[in-house]
């Protein structure tokens, strides 16, 4: 080996003594070469430009101390001075710190005096801040009180909400000083906790100070200050609620015994105190704030079971309370209002005064009747607050009519009073479940004079005219019962609700896409009573069931209060089958929907025919169940890949089917149009055809084969109006019944067939001249390759000729005997002639040529 590199070493020397210009170039070359390398190198420390030093990130004006160059040395000292201190970090680059400095600045000029504000700029890579501390995000808000601290505000960078965290920081306990204040505190319907210390023996008593911080860490936990702590100091104030020893945390709870802290079991801590709160505390509404990035606060609380999002105006510094959220709290308190006397009272109420009859008549006698009784779970409604309220059964029903003629044949003949009706004879039965009504039915025979019956009836008896069933009111005529049915509902049906509310100003787009209407102002400023879908007063309901995938949207009536629309949505939700419709959502214009609404003619007049018909929820089920026409429909998204790829053959397939007007090209897009379940595919692209007079025999093209024009073509001409098995069945019925009705759907079905048969002989045709078109094609390339083949012959021909043409000249210049001319005139025969023989060659030798 070191022989070789020996070798190769002298043979190199021995080249460069004999070539010194070579030996110069490689000197040169390595200079250059450790230059250049040098240079690099020397520049890549300056590649990435200093940063510019920071700038004031607060106006001068502003009442905020601006520590831009993260001097965390100095926020230590302001914090000691202050008794309450706001610090806010930012970044000067992030658009949310931009963003919430001009709320804190608002806030900061109305607090100043209370607040020491100070603001710190983390993002500096010189300053203390971003050196010692670590933060994911931007902007951060912390508060201090005194040598608490520091209380990270979690909720959204609005002024309002802003200083409404500092005012309940400011001040975190509520003084109560006597029994007037100490009711009133406690009739709200958030949870409320009440202390009891007595100042008498020190400024502050040892567990004053503890019970104090026990509030600010509940601010910690939940920004809007939900739980609210009092204090009382006086003795008889506290035995109100029957607190007599001191140092005593007392929880207040409604539906539930109230607690008061176990000092003996745990330890009188803060953080011990609002652990014990914040587990044995009830809740019968909670506020969400979704923080408008990805989040799974929505999933986490609707996967707990039904949910009602009640979309509101909240003002969070409003000096009054909120009318609406009162008159929601009112309601969902009666909710879970739980009273085992109203199990009880059931059996009960069919003999009380409250009762609501109606008299249904038999068809099996003429003198019999039934008084069918209904009688609400709530007992202690007056006879003045109910209305009749029968569903369609009662009025009769097929379900009830056996019962009733059991009941009512099979009593005694003799007459009896109304009184006596409800109380003797009477045999209740339960209408399958419902957690909100019973009834009862009763017999008796009646008289011919029924007004004077009627006019002997008790004072509390409400009663409906003695008329058929069938010149009865509808039940959708019948005004609502104004009873409290939803006092306790909670526990009497297995749908339980959950009541979530949310400040509509920072949640509108999720209102919008669970169905309301409007701008994002309009639930701010519409007047009240007027008709929608919920909105007015400023309020939208939206009962959300995640289980079973679906949500319902509270409809308001302009005769209806707000207290009773929504009384009768938890009602009809809570039934055992409820009676609301789902909502689907689409993405149609509003606007446009409803021009199309008033003037529907005047559109398909003046707009052409699309080549493709754009489906959104209104307009799904009129297109697709149009008998008229058969419709192909595809499904897809915009974020689908593969819907994209087919759109080009979509629309050369919408092309060819342009000039048939019983045959529709649509599509839809399902991730912004819900639509029924029945119509719903489980993946996408997907591609239905709904057949006409044959929408329930809807075919879906098979997910083995490609889609391709052709496929489409054949599937359509397949399934599109084919009778092939129902050809026997429509023949006979039609000639069973050849009159009336009979024969027009006779004339339809032959219409029918004899499209399909045209249908079919067209596609003959078209296989036919597909073939011909075949054999054709094959035939001329057969004639291709002969004639190239005799081009070839030719050309060798000419090239031989050409060859042997310099050895005949002079035999043709030494024969004297024929001129030139006369050789002319007898070659150009000859010539002619050959073409004449074989023209194709002469063409393709041209060609060659």
């Known amino acids: 080996m070191l022989r070789r590199v020996r070798q190769s070493l002298r043979q190199v020397l021995f080249l460069m003594a004999r070539r010194p210009d070579l030996l110069c170039g490689a000197i040169v070359l390595s200079v250059l070469l450790v230059l250049a390398v040098k240079f690099t190198c020397s520049r890549a420390k300056n590649v990435v430009a200093a940063a510019r030093p920071p700038v004031r990130f607060f106006s001068p004006e502003a009442p905020v101390v601006d520590l831009y160059l993260g001097q965390l040395d100095q926020v230590e000292r302001l914090r000691s001075v202050a008794e309450v201190s706001l610090i806010f970090f930012y970044a000067p680059w992030c658009a949310h710190s931009m963003a919430a400095g001009q709320e804190v600045q608002q806030v900061a000029k109305k607090l100043a005096k209370q607040v020491q504000f100070v603001a710190v700029n983390c993002w500096y890579s010189q300053g203390k801040c971003r050196r010692q501390n670590r933060l994911y995000q931007y902007p951060i808000i912390h508060l201090f009180y005194r040598r608490f601290g520091p209380i990270e505000y979690k909720g959204p960078f609005v002024a309002q909400y802003v200083e409404s965290f500092i005012l309940r920081v400011i001040t975190p306990l509520t003084y109560l000083p006597s029994r007037a ?46 739980i609210r702590f009092g204090v009382v100091t006086n003795k008889q104030v506290a035995e109100a609620i029957s607190i007599r020893e001191d140092e005593t945390v007392y929880l207040h709870r409604r539906f539930n015994s109230s ?16 652990s014990w709160v ?60 739980c009273d085992n006397n109203n199990h009880s009272s059931l059996d009960k109420s069919f003999t009380s005064h409250s009762l609501c009859c109606q008299s249904v008549l038999l068809p099996e006698s003429s003198t019999s009747v039934c008084e ?28 009830l009519q056996s019962y009733l003629r059991y009941c009512c044949l099979h009593q005694l003949p003799a007459p009896m009073s109304i009184k006596t009706a409800t109380s003797v004879g009477c045999s209740n039965f339960l209408n ?40 009865s009111t509808p039940p959708s005529s019948v005004p609502p019962h104004r009873g409290d049915g939803i006092t306790g509902l909670r526990c009497q049906t297995n749908r339980t609700l959950r009541f979530y509310v949310l400040d509509v100003a920072l949640n509108w787009p999720l209102a919008v896409r669970l169905g309301a209407t409007g701008n994002r102002t309009a639930p701010l400023h519409q007047e009240a009573g007027t008709p929608g879908d919920g909105s007015s007063n400023g309020l939208f309901a939206a009962i959300v069931n995640l289980k079973d995938e679906v949500h319902y949207v509270l409809h308001r009536s302009p005769a209806a209060t707000l207290t009773e629309s929504l009384e009768a949505f938890i009602r ?76 080009h053959i979509i629309i050369q397939l ?68 084919s009778v092939h ?73 000419r090239q031989s000729l050409r060859g042997a043409a310099p050895g005949e000249k002079p035999a043709a210049r030494g024969s004297s005997e024929t001129p030139a001319g006369a050789g002319r005139h007898l070659r150009k025969p000859a010539e002619r002639e050959h073409a004449a023989q074989d023209p194709a060659e002469g063409a393709e030798g041209q060609d060659g040529g």
């Open 432 to 471: 399958s479940y419902s957690p909100f009504s019973q009834y009862s039915a009763c017999c008796r025979k009646v008289e011919p004079q029924l007004n004077e019956s009627q006019a002997k009836e008790g004072p509390n008896m409400q009663r409906v005219p003695l008329t058929p069933p069938s010149l």
């Open 654 to 721: 919408a092309r060819l089917l342009q000039g048939n007007s019983t045959i529709t090209v649509a599509r839809v897009n399902v991730a912004r149009n819900d639509l029924p379940w029945e119509f719903m595919v489980d993946h996408v692209p997907s591609i239905l055809l709904f057949p006409r007079y044959r929408k329930h025999l809807s075919v879906k093209f098979p997910d083995d084969l490609p889609i391709t024009l052709p496929n489409l073509l054949r599937f359509i001409l397949q399934h599109s109006g």
């Open 278 to 337: 914040f587990e044995h505390h009830e809740t019968v509404l909670q506020w969400l704030h979704p923080p408008g990035a990805k989040s799974r606060l929505l999933e986490q609380e609707l996967t707990k079971g039904p949910a009602l999002l009640l979309f509101l105006p909240h003002n969070p510094l409003g000096s009054k309370p909120n009318p609406i959220l009162q008159q929601v709290a009112d309601i969902a308190v009666r909710y879970h209002s």
């Open 725 to 797: 098995d129902t050809d026997k069945q429509v023949t006979s019925s039609v000639e069973a019944d050849a009159s009336g009705p009979g024969a027009i759907l006779h004339a339809e079905f032959l219409a029918l067939q004899r499209e399909v048969q045209a249908l079919h002989h067209a596609r003959e045709r078209l296989s036919q001249q597909l073939e011909q078109l075949w054999r054709d094609n094959r035939r001329l390339k057969f004639d291709s390759r002969s004639l190239e083949v005799q081009n070839a012959e030719l050309q060798r021909e």
């Open 259 to 274: 607690l008061i802290f176990p000092r003996r079991e745990r330890n009188f801590t803060s953080q011990a105190i609002c």
């Open 572 to 647: 009809n939700f809570s039934a055992p089958y409820t009676l609301l419709q789902r909502h689907l959502v689409g993405e149609e214009d509003r606007k446009g929907g409803e021009q199309e609404d008033r003037h529907p003619d005047e559109h398909q007049q003046t707009s052409p025919r699309p080549l493709i018909t754009e489906l959104t929820t209104s307009s799904f089920l009129p297109s697709v169940m149009d008998l008229q026409k058969d419709v192909l429909l595809f499904y897809y998204t915009q974020w689908c890949g593969f819907c994209s790829v087919l759109n």
């Open 181 to 226: 204040t100490l009711e009133e505190f406690l009739s709200c319907h958030e949870p409320r906790v009440v202390g009891f210390f007595q100042f008498n023996s020190s400024p502050q008593p040892p567990g004053y100070i503890t019970y104090l911080s026990s509030a600010l860490q509940a601010l910690r936990r939940d920004f809007r200050g939900v």
């Open 372 to 399: 069918v009784c209904l009688s609400w779970s709530r007992p202690s409604l007056t006879s003045s607050s109910l209305s009749c309220s029968f569903p369609p059964t009662v009025q009769g029903g097929d379900g």
